[in-house]
């Protein structure tokens, strides 16, 4: 039973993200990392994505059993009540909220409440099964993990905040127009109304390349920006530039899916790259590195007391 309410949080989803939250979170550290803080942002994230990918499962029971790929869900096979499954969604991302109210701040609480309300509230329950727009308004609650871990430590909404939660939105459209490409006649038995579907495989061709070109110059604007270092931009660079081109290379594509799949694997390789060296490769100011180096060298209680000292002359 336990193995059931845990495939109902989607892990694979909730691993995915934690990956991301720590790429924005150690961002915004430079450096200078609070273990506790990273520890509670992190489980507080994924209650609350977990959370979403409950309610997910319980709003989608109908068009799953469609789909070859998630006919064997848990509430579709019936393993786990669905009323069970709305009381396990709810405690989650309670849960998730109040530990996240208690150990960051507002602005990362009100970040992942609108990455949730955009999930469930417009993505499942209304646009995934009306709009071919749903994948790019769904984008944004997949983008709000690393803006949350960002901002768990900033406590502001800035420029860095803004090219990640772009970084990771524009992402999210060429990593879910190919899952639709390979996944076509499970959309299309559940009359899901994904661009492939309904404009066509050769109009997602186009909307992938456009949107990889979108992303690779989005996530040069860390280091540009001063936000990530040189070994970030070059990481950056040549996998943006490798996806851009394995996107190009599906207008000749003999196998259309088998494209599609390779497409997907590698958006996922990128995506874990950048936040893994977003994570290490970060550029400080001078004081923000002075400040580190003497935290370390002298202890932050040391420092704290010459602060006030010198401040008191």
Known sequence: MFKQYLLLTKPGIVFGNMISVAGGFFLASKGDIDLMLFLATALGVAL??????????????DIDEKMERTKNRVLVKGLVPPTHAIVYACILGIAGVALLYKATNLLAVALVLMGFVVYVGLYSLYLKRNSVYGTLVGSLSGAAPPVVGYCAVSNEFDMGAAILLLI??????????AIAIFRFNDYQAANIPVLPVIK?????????????????????MLTISGYAGY????????????????????YKAVDDKVWARKLFVFSIVTITALSVMMSVDFQATPSQMLMTSVNHICGADNVSGFCAAFASR
């Open 48 to 61: 609350v994505i977990a959370s979403g990918c409950v309610f997910n499962n319980y709003i989608d029971m």
């Open 200 to 220: 066509g495989v050769p109009a997602a061709k186009r909307s992938i390349v456009l949107y990889i070109a979108a992303f690779l110059v989005a996530t040069l």
């Open 168 to 177: 990771f939105s524009l992402w999210q459209m060429p990593h879910s127009y």
């Open 231 to 250: 070994s970030y931009f070059v990481v950056a660079a040549v996998s943006g530039a490798y996806w851009l081109w394995m996107g190009v290379s599906g």
